[in-house]
C-alpha cells in the first residue's frame, strides 16, 4: 500500500497567514488521484479539493494545491477563523487501495 | 440533496460480529459510477478506508482487513451494509460511509456523520 507522510503534525499560525502542508507519498502518486479533506472536532472529513485543482462545492479559492510525484503540498493563502481544522490528504486510487495520511493540525498562533 | 446515515450497535463484545448501514437518500446505487464507501477513524487517530462496493456490484476491500470485512448493497432500500467479524478493542472508531463517484474517479464528497463503535466487554 502507499504511505502517505504529512508533515509538520501541528501547524500554529495566525488568522491572514499563509499556511503550507505537506504530503509525502511513499511511491509515486499522479495528483490526479489525490485529495485533501478538512475535519472539525465532532465532524465528518469535508472533502476540499482534488486533482490539480478539483475544488469541492463551496470551498474557496484560498486552497490550493500543488506538486507531483511522491511530494504535495496544500496552501491555504491567507487563514480565516473557520480554516483552523485537521487536514489530511488521501490517495484514492482502488489499485493499489486508498490510503490517508495521519493529518495535519492547524492551530491558531 | 446527497445524504448518508450510518447506524448500528454503540457497543459491540469482543468477538462479536459488528453490522452497520448505510441509508442513503438523493441518489441511487444503480447510477453507473457511483460507490459507496466505509472508513473509520478511531478516536483521535487518522482515517482508515475500509470497504468500497460499486453501482455494478464489484466490491473491493483493505487488505489488512479483508478476511473479516463483507460489504453488500440493497438497491431497493437504498442501503449498503457492512459487516465486521471478531472485533476486538483496537477496532474502536467512528465509522463513516460515503459516495464517492469512479466515473470520472473522485475521491469520497459526501460523507454521513459517523457512527461511533466501542468494543469492549
Known amino acids: 500500500e502507499i504511505v502517505l507522510t504529512q508533515s509538520p503534525g501541528t501547524l500554529s499560525l495566525a488568522p491572514g497567514e499563509r499556511a503550507t502542508l505537506s504530503c509525502r507519498a511513499s511511491?509515486?502518486?499522479?495528483?490526479?488521484?489525490l485529495a485533501w479533506y478538512q475535519q472539525k472536532p465532532g465532524q465528518a472529513p469535508r472533502l476540499l479539493i482534488y486533482?490539480?485543482?478539483s475544488r469541492a462545492t463551496g470551498i474557496p479559492d484560498r486552497f490550493s494545491v500543488s506538486g507531483s510525484g511522491t511530494d504535495f503540498t496544500l496552501t491555504i493563502s491567507r487563514l480565516e477563523p473557520e480554516d483552523f481544522a485537521v487536514y489530511f490528504c488521501?490517495?484514492?486510487?482502488?489499485?493499489?487501495?486508498?490510503?490517508f495520511g495521519q493529518g495535519t493540525k492547524v492551530e491558531i498562533k | 440533496q446527497v445524504t448518508l446515515r450510518e447506524s448500528g450497535p454503540a457497543l459491540v463484545k469482543p468477538t462479536e460480529t459488528l453490522t452497520l448501514t448505510c441509508t442513503f437518500s438523493?441518489?441511487?446505487?444503480?447510477?453507473?459510477?457511483?460507490?459507496i464507501t466505509w472508513i473509520r477513524q478511531p478516536p483521535g487517530k487518522a482515517l482508515e478506508w475500509l470497504a468500497r462496493?460499486?453501482?455494478?456490484?464489484?466490491?473491493y476491500y483493505s487488505a489488512s482487513l479483508k478476511t473479516r470485512l463483507t460489504i453488500s448493497k440493497d438497491t431497493s432500500k437504498n442501503q449498503v451494509v457492512l459487516t465486521m467479524t471478531n472485533m476486538d478493542p483496537v477496532d474502536t472508531a467512528t465509522y463513516y460511509c460515503?459516495?464517492?463517484?469512479?466515473?470520472?474517479?473522485?475521491?469520497?464528497?459526501?460523507w454521513g456523520q459517523g457512527t461511533l463503535v466501542t468494543v469492549s466487554s
Open positions: 462496493i460499486d453501482w455494478d456490484d464489484e466490491k
Open positions: 438523493g441518489f441511487s446505487l444503480t447510477t453507473s459510477g457511483v460507490c
Open positions: 488521501q490517495q484514492f486510487g482502488i489499485s493499489p487501495p486508498p490510503t
Open positions: 486533482g490539480a485543482s
Open positions: 511511491q509515486t502518486v499522479s495528483i490526479s488521484w
Open positions: 460515503a459516495r464517492q463517484i469512479a466515473i470520472p474517479a473522485a475521491p469520497p464528497l459526501e
